[in-house]
């Protein structure tokens, strides 16, 4: 922050755009299933009423993600400490009803991240004679024990993505009615997944 002064927060608005743009031009598909998940997911709230505000689906290794989002009010709680001091704080009052922008924003992040927790659990359940140390999707292990994690998760990975049509599970969690209306998911790229198995630089 020292470095930019007062023009922190234009540099940072600077930077977000560049590397979005960048991810835009590398990560073409990437980019195409983040702004489809937000068109499929606001079809599928479209469809919720009452207190069904959760959009429900599964990983290819069973785990059940529930993502709750739903609306809120603030509430100003005032207390008075003795005659002179007055404090405030603002309390979030969540409701039933639905956040769809929530819903459409938090979707593909929390996708991306549940089938990366997928790809490490079965990671892990592939090596119960190797110490590990995991958080989210960041993969530790002894210096010995390094080479084969590596070609482990790799392989689960692949697994992972070879094996299950990961979108179409999805969508075929969603209410028939929702499906009735999602749009046309977007076509795979020609990423060779084999390739991930000798990819040097796919986890560090």
């Given amino acids: 922050m020292e470095y930019f002064g007062e023009q922190y927060w234009e540099a940072l608005t600077l930077l977000t755009e560049a590397v979005w743009e960048a991810i835009g031009q590398v990560i073409i598909k990437g980019r195409e299933v983040m702004q489809w998940f937000k068109q499929a997911t606001r079809v599928v709230c479209k469809f919720k009423t009452?207190?069904?505000?959760?959009i429900i689906w599964t990983t290819p290794n069973g785990f059940r993600v529930v993502q709750h989002r739903v609306l809120a009010n603030d509430e100003i709680i005032r207390t008075n400490l003795g005659d002179t001091v007055r404090l405030s704080t603002t309390m979030r009052i969540d409701t039933d009803d639905i956040d769809k922008r929530g819903h459409a924003t938090s979707i593909a992040p929390n996708f991306i991240h549940a089938l990366d927790a997928c790809c490490l659990q079965n990671t892990v359940n592939r090596l119960p004679h190797v110490s590990l140390a995991m958080i989210h999707d960041s993969?530790?292990?002894?210096?010995?024990?390094?080479?084969?994690?590596?070609?482990?998760l790799r392989e689960e990975f692949v697994k992972v993505y070879e094996q299950n049509d990961v979108i179409s599970n999805w969508i075929s969690e969603q209410s028939e009615k929702s499906q009735k209306e999602i749009p046309e998911r977007p076509l795979k790229g020609n990423l060779d997944l084999q390739g991930i198995l000798q990819s040097e630089f796919f986890f560090s």
């Fill in 50 to 54: 009452g207190k069904n505000n959760t």
């Fill in 139 to 152: 993969y530790g292990t002894h210096a010995d024990d390094t080479a084969e994690m590596a070609r482990v």
